[in-house]
Structure formats: structure tokens, C-alpha cells
């Protein structure tokens, strides 16, 4: 099973300070510059992941007033905060191209108040099946209605069994970003994307895990 | 500047609403809840007050605050790596790796060579662009190895990424450079894997001489079958899958082209479980009192024009659907379609194929071949390796820990009984050190090693806060050999660079300090320390954004110049960080010094014995030959009689040993 594949040396760009004590001197060749630093995939992965940790920001935040227990409410509070963080470095990220950066709440409708009904999200990246504004992964008004309508170990394994999915839409959306050609190259992206594929699996695990020592409660109310 | 962001009390009550009613219907009254604050306060805060928290920002004009830390020197990166352009990691600075006097760089996009000869005055031999993320290094005689895993990396070195899907010229695994000549390093071998190198570890091989290995660690996403014919994606149970193991390349050092993969270890297999680290839910006060609550369950959409039979059928099916959805993906399957067929939609997310959610990659290996072990952070999980034989390591022991996001990398203590694994909360590129974050977070952990078991006795983060603008968490770095103590230094990026003692594995202590202000007073600009590793007397730290620096350590309460002289005596002719070294010290007099000023320090000794010793030491150092030789022989004797009665036997014992064998030196 070799995998190896050799090949003579390439053209390399090789700089030689001959005792140069100062750096700026030691080259005059200018780097190949990237050709280009993002691909249109790129962005739709960016500002859709945004929307999608949003979601996953307020069900974790759901813990403190819905009973969760110890465990989950650790969890959710790593969550969040995490989220929350790359949230901020979606948006730097996308600003710092001068692209358009989502915020959650321009999604709103401008005035104040409850919002009454659907309005179509016209973001890129999203999947326009059945419910508009979700990406994969994301739970659906009923299903974020029925988590926050529960309490204790039954908002504990809802929540559980939501964040797993929202993680699997996750790794989705990873995936299909690398599935474009040229996609998820730029350096912070590729780490960004990478840590999420990585970083959501072994959370998952974890969370299947948790899933498995909840009691069985076959929870009658509605 | 800062997009605002969902943070606040009122934007998430905000978010809540958002996602609660995109639907038309009642928004229940449980649902207006005000929204909670974020959660309940960490245990231990962050110093406010340290110096490094309030530090002038800048890319080469920022404050800097120090302590028992002294900067020698410090390059910016070469211009081929945009030294004023820190906006990205595409150029940013990586691990660093030493051979002889010089010291090798990576780059996101390439190596660097830097001749220390004079630590205080390095000099660039050469700067080589290939780009390749994340460029960590590792050297071993004329061979250089460099581990590459963005998608975009190319066989040919070029910046200019790979378009196509599938590909040729996509190069991710292993490259390897021959360094023979510094000035011209050449790309001999390119050793092409299915998941990429995030990073990799050297190994040498404990009978021949000829022969390195390389662990790989790889965390991309597994590379297209058409792309490379053997990378599958299956589960834990599929034997050829590219996931749950680790690659094993066999480097012949004198044909590095015939480089090639002789094993994939399955480390994971088994290992399907989170173990729980307080995480138990029956341990919980909610987990014994808590049951059913308000109720609430995901409910099936019945189509609104059923009949009273269908919706019956419905709730039966989803009923035996949800019962499946742990770990009855056949069940699962069946029911989910019988369900979508009578138009309800399932979005319950099937089981998971087996252990497919498990761990199944490491971040990085940290080898000590002297102790036979292994250290794999690998995932949600820290494992302990036997690799005794390093063609087939095998699992000894796994721990998981809840306070951990993602395990990082280990490190040994000199005599393996501690081991250290890193947490890099947020990949490294995010604020987790602020006055907000948990100190138990984005941290390391500290284990005992007794036998096969792992027990985690403290977490050591960096005890100030750093501003939002500065990414910060636990990373890279190594021992600091001091005889007679755990000391290790470690870059926290913006952090800077800490040293800590954890000589006591149930308290860490930070002894020295370095660090510079924010490359950028208004946005996060990515850089600090890569790492920060001490060789041969000296502290290097690789600075993402702004170069190279060197230290020296400098005498503080915490640490003496006589244990700081003590380390300079263990001299390497390479260091690979993740290739960890067994430290040996000469019998020498600083040594025994250094012991001498630990038993002061600790009381371990009576003072009028450690002045004595002091004395006698001195006397003994201005003597020679067998005059000197007796004296010492006489000490010897006096500190093994000490050690019978000393609080701290064991150090005047080890001292006792350096004295004995001082006495027996020509």
C-alpha cells in the first residue's frame, strides 16, 4: 500500500542572506501572491455558518432557564461562548473583504417586537427546501418551540438530539465547501473549516455519549 | 469597527425570537422568557491587574512586559513572508525545529533557515516559499520535513492554490527538503496521504540508524478516491478507511525518495465511548431530582388533511422512529420512510454509523521514545501510546475531559510520571483569555502517569487577561531543563510566552513572562507565539506576525542563576519538539548548585546544612585534582548522611549523587 509519491525538486523559490544581519535586505523577489484570496463558495460558507451559529448560540443559551442539568449546562456554555466568538471572526473575516457580513439581526424585521410570520432569508448557502431560513442542520421553529417549551432532562435530551443534528448540518456544510472546486484554500478558512469538521465531531461523540446516560423518560406531555 | 454582534442581553432575546417564529402560531408564552445571562461565572478569574493586560499595541512598536524573561534578539519575518502585512495566516510563522546552530522556521507558506551561532544575533540562511499550511518542521540530519494539508497545497510549492476538485498537483502529507546545503534546501520526496498533515512527529528507529519514522496526524477531511485510490471514508468497523488511525512513513535516510507509509495504527479502534469526566448524569443533583419536567417532545407534523387512522399510524411510526435514533439506524431508516412517504417530514437526525462520531484523528503525537510512550491528542480525547515499537503503537490508556474543547498536543515530565495536554479552544485564532474566559478552558491539563492510568490533577492557564483583541489559548512549547524540577515554556500566541513550574502536579506555577501588546489596538490581527522552546540556553519563540525572538532566562525567587546555568549544561545537537528528549545532567557543580539553591528554597535542608554545603561546594570548586576529589568525596558522604533525616530526602539525594560523582571525575 504505497502511497508515496516522489518527485524531483520543483521550482522554489529560495532567498540566500549571505551575512545579512538585517532581514529587509535579505530579498528583493517578490512572493508569488495568492491569485486570489477567496472563492464565491468561500462566502456563502461564511455567511451561512453565521446564521447557523446563531441558532446554536440561542439554544445554548436555553440552558440556564430550561433546567438542563450540570453536564449539559457546561456544555451549552462552551457552546455559546464559542459560537459566539466565531461569529466575530466570520464577520471580520467577511469584512475585512468588504463583503456583505450577516448579522443575525438585520434578519428581523426592522421594527420592534415579536415577529408574526415567515420572511424568506434570501441568503446564499441556504437550503431553500421546505423551511427558507435554515441551513442544514437547523432546527425548525416547531422543533425550537418544543426545546424551549421543555424543562429538565426532556430539555436535556432535546437539546442534545437538536445539537447533534445542528453539528451534522455543520460537518454538511464543511463538506460541501471543500466539494467546490478551489473551495476553503484561504489559510484562516481552511483552519476555520477544518476546526469546525474536527471540533464539532469530537462533540458530537461527546454529546452522543451524554445522550446515552440521560434517564429514559418516554415523555407523554406535549 | 466590531459588526455588532449577538451578544447582548436585549440582541438575544432578539436571536430567540428570530428563530422561534418563522412560522406562523402561537408563540407560546414559555417562550418570552427574558433571555438568561450567558451562564454561571468561572470559578477562578483572570488578573486584570497583571501587567500584560493593559499593554500598548502595535506590530513593532507594542508594550512589552516581562518577568525572569530577557529578549536577546528578534528578526521580522523576510519579505517574502509580508513582515508588515500580519492580516492573515496565509504567511503566518509556525513550529520550529533545531539542528545543530541553526534554527528551522515553518510558515504557512514556506521555511526559514536561521543561523544561531550567536543566539543574540541570528542570521536568515535562507527563505524557501512553498506554500503548504500549517509548515510545522521537523529535522533530522540533512532532511527536513514539513507537514502540509491545505487543500490548496501544490506539488510544484506554488501560491496559487488548486482549482479543480480532483487533482494531481495537490500535495497533502508529508514534504520532505534536503538541507544539506542551508542556503539551497531542496524538495526531494513529497510523501502524499489521504487526510493531509497537520502535523507529524518524528521517530527514530531504535536499532538502525539509517532510518527515521513519521507519525502523521492529519485532521483535513478525507481526499477524494479519485484523487488517491485507497482514501476511503468508512466507518470504524471498515479496516481501509482513512479515518481512525494514524500514518507511519519509513524514511531511509540515505534514499529519502523511497519514503513511503509502512502502517496505518488504528489507535481509535474500540475506542467508541466518551469516557465522562464529571460528566456523569447521575452524579448531578438534576439527574437524581429532574425527570420529565414541563414535558415537550419532538412531534411528528401530521399533514393537516389526515385521517383520524393516519395520524395514529403517524404517531406510531414516529414513536418507534424515536426509539431507533440512537442506535438503530436500520430501524431508523425503515420508519423514516414509511414516514416521508405519508408526507411527514423527518428531521431527526439518523444514528450515527458506528464510532463514525468518534474520535478518529489526532491533532498531534508527542513521542518520548526513552519512556517507551506516546502522548496523542487526538480529538476529544488525550491518549497514552506504548510505542516501544514504533512501527505499531498501541493504546494504553484514553482519557476525555468536559473542560476540553479540542486536544491539542503533550508533554512529558523528564521522568514520565506527569503528562501534559494542551487545550486550543477555538483553533488558536480567537480571544480566550480574556477576563471573561474560564481559566480551566483553553488551558492545560496536568496528569499523573501511575501505571496505565491517567489522573488529571490541575489545569495551567496563563493567569492574566488579554484583551479581546489578542488570540490567546494554550499551545506549543517544551521542557526547560532544570535539574531537580518540572519547568516548562509554552506560547499562548498574543499571550506571549509562558514559563511554569509543575514540579507539583496538583499546583502549577508561573515563573516567567513575556509578552508584547496587540498587533492591533481596534481588530483581532492573528499572530503571537507559535511556540516557545528552549535549546541549548536559549528560549526561541516563533512569532506568527512579527519573526523570531530569542530569550534568556534571568535569575528571579522562582528560579536561580545557578539552575538557570544548570540547564544551560544539557546540550542538544537537534531538538524536535514532538520527538521528546530524555534530559541527562553532567555531574557539575552548577547542578549540584542548583539542587542546593531548590532544598533553600523548599526548606528541604536545615539552613545551617545548606550554608554548610554552600561553603563546602565553593571550597571545593577552588581545588583540584585529588585534593578536590576528596573534598567533594568528604561532602558526598555528609549529604547522604542528611538525607536520612531531610524534609526533602530525595532532592539530597540526587545532590548527594552529583557530588559522589563529581569526586570520581579526573
Given at each position: 500500500?504505497?502511497l508515496?509519491?516522489?518527485r524531483?525538486a520543483a ?33 456563502t ?10 441558532q446554536?448560540?440561542v ?8 433546567g438542563?442539568?450540570a ?5 451549552c ?12 471572526l ?9 463583503l456583505?457580513a450577516p448579522?443575525?439581526l438585520?434578519?428581523l424585521h426592522?421594527h ?6 415567515t ?27 418544543q426545546l424551549?417549551?421543555a424543562?429538565?432532562?426532556?430539555f436535556?435530551?432535546l437539546?442534545l438530539?437538536?445539537?447533534?443534528k ?13 466539494a467546490?472546486?478551489?473551495?476553503g484554500q ?10 469546525i469538521?474536527?471540533?464539532q465531531?469530537?462533540e458530537?461523540?461527546?454529546?452522543q455519549?451524554m445522550?446515552?446516560t ?6 407523554q406531555t406535549r | ?7 447582548g442581553?436585549?440582541?438575544r432575546?432578539?436571536?430567540?425570537a428570530?428563530?422561534?417564529?418563522a412560522a ?9 422568557k427574558?433571555a438568561?445571562?450567558?451562564?454561571t ?12 493586560s493593559h ?15 530577557d529578549l ?6 523576510p ?10 495566516l496565509?504567511?503566518a ?5 533545531f ?8 510558515n504557512?507558506s514556506?521555511?526559514q533557515?536561521?543561523d ?12 524557501t516559499?512553498c506554500?503548504?499550511e ?10 527536513l520535513?514539513v ?10 510549492c506554488?501560491t ?8 494531481k498537483?495537490r ?8 538541507i ?10 513529497d ?6 498533515s ?9 536499532k ?7 507519525y ?12 488517491m ?23 531511509p535516510l540515505?534514499h529519502?525518495e ?14 467508541t ?23 415537550g417532545?419532538f ?5 393537516p388533511?389526515?385521517?383520524a ?6 404517531e ?7 426509539a431507533?435514533?440512537?442506535s ?5 431508516k425503515?420508519?423514516s420512510?414509511?414516514?416521508e ?5 423527518v ?16 491533532h ?9 510512550l ?19 503503537p ?5 482519557v476525555a ?6 486536544w ?9 510520571s ?10 488558536g ?11 480551566d478552558?483553553?488551558?492545560?491539563a ?18 492574566d ?8 489559548v494554550?499551545h506549543?512549547?517544551?521542557?526547560v ?5 518540572d519547568i516548562?515554556?509554552?506560547g ?5 510566552i ?7 502536579p ?5 515563573i516567567a513572562?513575556?509578552?508584547r501588546?496587540p ?14 522552546y ?18 534568556k532566562?534571568t535569575?528571579?525567587a ?13 546540550h542538544?545537537d537537534?531538538y524536535?519538539p514532538?520527538?521528546?528528549?530524555k ?9 549540584a ?11 528541604g535542608?536545615p ?8 561553603t563546602?561546594?565553593?571550597d ?7 585534593k578536590r576529589?576528596?573534598?567533594l568525596?568528604t561532602?558526598g558522604?555528609q549529604?547522604?548522611k ?5 524534609t526533602?530526602a530525595a532532592k ?6 552529583v ?8
Amino acid at each position: 500500500m504505497s502511497l508515496s509519491n516522489t518527485r524531483p525538486a520543483a521550482a522554489i523559490l529560495s532567498l540566500v542572506a549571505v551575512g545579512a544581519a538585517l532581514l529587509g535586505a535579505a530579498s528583493s523577489l517578490p512572493a508569488q501572491a495568492a491569485a486570489k484570496d477567496y472563492t464565491p463558495a468561500d462566502v456563502t460558507f461564511m455567511q451561512g455558518m453565521i446564521m447557523h451559529h446563531a441558532q446554536a448560540v440561542v439554544m445554548s443559551d436555553w440552558a440556564a432557564t430550561h433546567g438542563a442539568s450540570a453536564n449539559v449546562a457546561i456544555l451549552c456554555r462552551r457552546i455559546a461562548l464559542s459560537q459566539h466568538d466565531e461569529i466575530d471572526l466570520m464577520q471580520h473575516w467577511l469584512q475585512a473583504r468588504h463583503l456583505s457580513a450577516p448579522d443575525p439581526l438585520d434578519m428581523l424585521h426592522p421594527h420592534t417586537g415579536p415577529v408574526h410570520d415567515t420572511s424568506p432569508m434570501h441568503m446564499p448557502g441556504m437550503d431553500m427546501g421546505s423551511h427558507p431560513m435554515l441551513m442544514s442542520g437547523m432546527l425548525t421553529p416547531d422543533e425550537m418551540r418544543q426545546l424551549d417549551a421543555a424543562h429538565g432532562t426532556e430539555f436535556d435530551r432535546l437539546f442534545l438530539t437538536g445539537m447533534i443534528k445542528h453539528h451534522q448540518g455543520a460537518l454538511a456544510m464543511v463538506a460541501a465547501l471543500f466539494a467546490t472546486p478551489g473551495g476553503g484554500q484561504q489559510s484562516e478558512l481552511f483552519g476555520f473549516a477544518t476546526d469546525i469538521d474536527a471540533g464539532q465531531r469530537a462533540e458530537i461523540a461527546r454529546m452522543q455519549a451524554m445522550l446515552k446516560t440521560l434517564p429514559t423518560t418516554p415523555s407523554q406531555t406535549r | 469597527m466590531t459588526p455588532s454582534s449577538p451578544t447582548g442581553p436585549r440582541l438575544r432575546a432578539s436571536l430567540q425570537a428570530l428563530f422561534l417564529a418563522a412560522a406562523p402560531l402561537v408563540l407560546a408564552s414559555a417562550c418570552s422568557k427574558a433571555a438568561p445571562p450567558a451562564s454561571t461565572p468561572p470559578v477562578a478569574q483572570a488578573d486584570t491587574t497583571d501587567p500584560r493586560s493593559h499593554l500598548k499595541a502595535g506590530l513593532y512598536d507594542a508594550g512589552v512586559a516581562s518577568k525572569g524573561l530577557d529578549l536577546v534578539a528578534h528578526q521580522n519575518k523576510p519579505d517574502v513572508f509580508h513582515p508588515n502585512e500580519p492580516g492573515g495566516l496565509t504567511y503566518a510563522n509556525s513550529d520550529l525545529a533545531f539542528g545543530g546552530h541553526y534554527v528551522y522556521q515553518g510558515n504557512f507558506s514556506g521555511i526559514q533557515i536561521w543561523d544561531v551561532a550567536d543566539p543574540a544575533k541570528p542570521t536568515l540562511t535562507s527563505a524557501t516559499v512553498c506554500f503548504t499550511e500549517q509548515g510545522d518542521v521537523s529535522v533530522y540530519g540533512h532532511l527536513l520535513f514539513v507537514s502540509a494539508e491545505n487543500t490548496g497545497s501544490r506539488l510544484d510549492c506554488g501560491t496559487e492554490g488548486i482549482k479543480d476538485t480532483v487533482s494531481k498537483e495537490r500535495m497533502l502529507g508529508i514534504r520532505i527538503f534536503d538541507i544539506s546545503n542551508p542556503q539551497h534546501p531542496r524538495q526531494v520526496a513529497d510523501v502524499q496521504t489521504c487526510r493531509g498533515s497537520h502535523t507529524h512527529t518524528l521517530v527514530p528507529d531504535p536499532k538502525d540508524k539509517g532510518v527515521v519514522y513519521v507519525y502523521v496526524s492529519g485532521l483535513a477531511r478525507v481526499r477524494s478516491k479519485a484523487e488517491m485510490a485507497s482514501c476511503e471514508m468508512g466507518d470504524i468497523t471498515d479496516p481501509n478507511s482513512a479515518l481512525f488511525r494514524i500514518e507511519v512513513i519509513r524514511v531511509p535516510l540515505a534514499h529519502p525518495e523511497q519514503a513511503k507509509i509502512v502502517s496505518s495504527p488504528r489507535i481509535f479502534d474500540s475506542l467508541t465511548k466518551a469516557p465522562t469526566h464529571g460528566l456523569a448524569y447521575a452524579d448531578t443533583a438534576n439527574g437524581a431530582g429532574r425527570r420529565g419536567g414541563r414535558g415537550g417532545r419532538f412531534g411528528p407534523q401530521i399533514p393537516p388533511n389526515s385521517s383520524a387512522a393516519d395520524s395514529a399510524h403517524i404517531e406510531e411510526l414516529f414513536g418507534k422512529l424515536l426509539a431507533a435514533a440512537r442506535s438503530d439506524a436500520a430501524t431508523f431508516k425503515v420508519m423514516s420512510d414509511s414516514l416521508e412517504k405519508m408526507g411527514v417530514p423527518v428531521r431527526i437526525p439518523p444514528p450515527m454509523p458506528q464510532g463514525l462520531g468518534g474520535p478518529s484523528q489526532c491533532h498531534d503525537i508527542t513521542v518520548y521514545p526513552d519512556a517507551g510512550l506516546a502522548g496523542g491528542a487526538c480529538s476529544g480525547y488525550g491518549l497514552l501510546l506504548n510505542i516501544k515499537d514504533p512501527l505499531h503503537p498501541v493504546r494504553i490508556q484514553a482519557v476525555a475531559d468536559s473542560n476540553f474543547a479540542f486536544w491539542h498536543s503533550a508533554t512529558f515530565s523528564n521522568d514520565a510520571s506527569k503528562m501534559l495536554f494542551t487545550d486550543e479552544w477555538g483553533g488558536g485564532t480567537q480571544a480566550k483569555c480574556r477576563a471573561t474566559d474560564p481559566l480551566d478552558w483553553g488551558a492545560d491539563a496536568i496528569f499523573t502517569i501511575k501505571g496505565d492510568q491517567l489522573t488529571r490533577t490541575a489545569y495551567y492557564k496563563i493567569p492574566d487577561a488579554q484583551t479581546v483583541n489578542e488570540n490567546c489559548v494554550a499551545h506549543n512549547g517544551g521542557l526547560v531543563p532544570v535539574p531537580g524540577r518540572d519547568i516548562m515554556v509554552q506560547g499562548w500566541y498574543q499571550g506571549g510566552i509562558s514559563v511554569f513550574d509543575f514540579t507539583d502536579p496538583a499546583h502549577p506555577k508561573e515563573i516567567a513572562y513575556f509578552d508584547r501588546g496587540p498587533n492591533d489596538s481596534t481588530k483581532l490581527v492573528i499572530g503571537g507565539f507559535w511556540a516557545g522552546y528552549y535549546y541549548n540556553g536559549y528560549i526561541y519563540g516563533s512569532e506568527i506576525a512579527r519573526g523570531l525572538d530569542v530569550f534568556k532566562l534571568t535569575p528571579t525567587a522562582d528560579l536561580t542563576q545557578n539552575e538557570i546555568d544548570a540547564a544551560a549544561l544539557v546540550h542538544f545537537d537537534r531538538y524536535n519538539p514532538q520527538d521528546q528528549p530524555k534530559l541527562v545532567w553532567p555531574a557539575a557543580f552548577p547542578v549540584a548548585r542548583a539542587y542546593l539553591d531548590q532544598l533553600v528554597r523548599d526548606n528541604g535542608l536545615p539552613a545551617d546544612r545548606t550554608t554548610a554545603v554552600k561553603t563546602a561546594l565553593d571550597d571545593a570548586e577552588k581545588l583540584s585534582g585529588a585534593k578536590r576529589a576528596d573534598a567533594l568525596k568528604t561532602l558526598g558522604a555528609q549529604l547522604d548522611k542528611d538525607a536520612a533525616t531531610a524534609t526533602d530526602a530525595a532532592k539530597v539525594r540526587l545532590l548527594a549523587g552529583v557530588v559522589n560523582d563529581m569526586s570520581k571525575q579526573p
